[in-house]
């Protein structure tokens, strides 16, 4: 039962290497774990270097992790969960994560752990919680759950039957692709005939592991506008507002996590100014997968197929870096039906899913069934 377990929380200043470094390392064990039950494979999952990096990049946001543990074996956890507490935007929010050992799921903790996670978001006066479950593909023949904006999940998916449970509502469904590699040559070449067909008048920049001061600001503007570009459903979330300095930040951020960063902006020629952008990262070797980011493309310069483009030109990039690299993933709202349509001309393929759960403090949940 819940009460055999004990909630240990993970200090501020905890790294890898200190004396609480073995709950961040277990953490990467259960991050693994849950990603196999899910996916049947752990490509995606996080590294102990990955997650210590998180911790403590506290610029954005407070945290509070724990890991669960037992009395007879007390460095050992068997959940973990994370409260991100945003501090510069979006003060409305918590965004709470759960995860527990596959064969120790049924048994309190995850209960216990969403507990200790809703009480430290109410005390800090949040009233939207928000929280993710990654899942593989959902089986066609079963019944389903579908989100407001489109998208379904499997009805019986455990960690979305615990999520109801507790009053959380589907609000909204990403969908994860798979793009595999090398890219065929000649399909390539045609579409960056196709781009250069209705691309005229911009120009592309690529960046590695930098952006130079010249183009920060520009930067910064696209990035604060994306969530009012992305497709949000329903979710209680605000625009985050960017400068030079929060972009030296993602920067610092990405290297501390041990992947490199691939950039492509679009230049508008005739205003100098920045109006498309994709990200992309890739973990050091011998991993040999990379993860998509956002890509963007302002509304008054869509239709020059210029997120093809900057898609294209980060590809590039990667193949000259790293042609080691077999898969890249992405996720996409499932509404978000432009985006969709640019990775699938690219060849990705559906491998999974990404339910993102809210949680208002103070309103009846919706049971959508």
Same mark, same amino acid.
């Given at each position: 039962? &819940?009460?055999?377990?004990?909630?240990?929380?993970?200090?501020?200043?905890?790294?890898? +290497?200190?004396?609480?470094?073995?709950?961040?390392?277990?953490?990467?064990?259960?991050?693994?774990?849950?990603?196999?039950?899910?996916?049947?494979?752990?490509?995606?999952?996080?590294?102990?270097?990955?997650?210590?990096?998180?911790?403590?990049?506290?610029?954005?946001?407070? @945290?509070?992790?724990?890991?669960? #543990?037992?009395? +007879?074996?007390?460095?050992?956890?068997?959940?973990?969960?994370?409260?991100?507490?945003?501090?510069?935007?979006?003060?409305?929010?918590?965004?709470?994560?759960?995860?527990?050992?596959? &064969?120790?799921?049924?048994?309190?903790?995850?209960?216990?752990?969403?507990? =200790?996670?809703?009480?430290?978001?109410?005390?800090?006066?949040?009233?939207? =919680?928000?929280?993710?479950?990654?899942?593989?593909?959902?089986?066609?023949?079963?019944?389903?759950?579908?989100?407001?904006?489109?998208?379904?999940?499997?009805?019986?998916?455990?960690?979305?039957?615990?999520? %109801?449970?507790?009053?959380?509502?589907?609000? %909204?469904?990403?969908?994860?692709?798979?793009?595999?590699?090398?890219?065929?040559?000649?399909?390539?070449?045609?579409?960056?005939?196709?781009?250069?067909?209705?691309?005229?008048?911009?120009?592309?920049?690529?960046? #590695?592991?930098? !952006?130079?001061?010249?183009?920060?600001?520009?930067?910064?503007?696209?990035?604060?506008?994306?969530?009012?570009?992305?497709?949000?459903?329903?979710?209680?979330?605000?625009?985050?507002?960017?400068?030079?300095?929060?972009? %030296?930040?993602?920067? +610092? @951020?990405?290297?501390?996590?041990?992947?490199?960063? !691939?950039?492509?902006?679009?230049?508008? !020629?005739? /205003?100098?100014?920045?109006?498309?952008? /994709?990200?992309?990262?890739?973990?050091?070797?011998?991993?040999?997968?990379?993860?998509?980011?956002?890509?963007?493309?302002?509304?008054?310069?869509?239709?020059?197929?210029?997120?093809?483009?900057?898609?294209?030109?980060?590809? &590039?990039?990667?193949?000259?870096?790293?042609? +080691?690299?077999?898969?890249?993933?992405?996720?996409?709202?499932?509404?978000?039906?432009?985006?969709?349509?640019?990775?699938?001309?690219?060849?990705?393929?559906?491998?999974?899913?990404?339910?993102?759960?809210?949680?208002?403090?103070?309103?009846?949940?919706?049971?959508?069934?």
């Amino acid at each position: 039962m &819940a009460d055999e377990f004990t909630v240990v929380e993970i200090p501020p200043g905890a790294t890898l +290497d200190g004396a609480d470094g073995w709950m961040l390392a277990g953490w990467a064990r259960l991050d693994t774990l849950d990603r196999l039950d899910a996916f049947g494979h752990d490509d995606m999952a996080w590294s102990a270097r990955e997650i210590a990096a998180d911790f403590a990049h506290t610029t954005m946001a407070d @945290h509070r992790w724990a890991v669960l #543990v037992t009395a +007879d074996e007390p460095r050992v956890p068997l959940a973990c969960v994370k409260v991100d507490l945003p501090t510069r935007e979006n003060t409305n929010l918590a965004e709470i994560s759960v995860l527990v050992e596959p &064969a120790w799921r049924r048994q309190g903790l995850g209960s216990q752990a969403l507990a =200790w996670a809703e009480a430290i978001a109410t005390a800090s006066g949040r009233t939207t =919680w928000l929280s993710y479950i990654e899942a593989g593909l959902p089986d066609p023949s079963r019944p389903q759950v579908s989100a407001p904006e489109g998208g379904s999940i499997a009805a019986d998916l455990p960690g979305w039957r615990f999520a %109801q449970r507790h009053g959380y509502v589907l609000e %909204q469904i990403e969908r994860f692709s798979a793009l595999e590699l090398p890219l065929d040559d000649a399909q390539v070449a045609a579409w960056m005939t196709e781009v250069a067909a209705h691309s005229d008048g911009y120009r592309l920049h690529t960046w #590695v592991g930098d !952006i130079p001061h010249e183009w920060r600001a520009g930067y910064a503007a696209l990035l604060g506008s994306f969530n009012t570009a992305a497709p949000l459903a329903g979710l209680a979330v605000e625009d985050e507002v960017w400068d030079e300095a929060r972009v %030296q930040d993602m920067l +610092d @951020h990405t290297a501390a996590r041990g992947r490199v960063g !691939i950039n492509t902006a679009a230049e508008h !020629i005739a /205003t100098g100014t920045l109006v498309a952008v /994709t990200e992309l990262g890739y973990p050091a070797a011998p991993r040999t997968i990379a993860f998509q980011g956002l890509t963007l493309v302002t509304p008054a310069h869509r239709g020059h197929r210029l997120g093809l483009a900057v898609k294209l030109a980060n590809l &590039a990039e990667l193949a000259r870096r790293r042609p +080691d690299v077999v898969r890249i993933y992405t996720s996409n709202a499932a509404e978000n039906a432009p985006m969709l349509a640019i990775n699938i001309q690219l060849g990705s393929h559906w491998a999974g899913v990404l339910p993102i759960l809210q949680k208002r403090v103070g309103v009846a949940p919706v049971d959508v069934g």
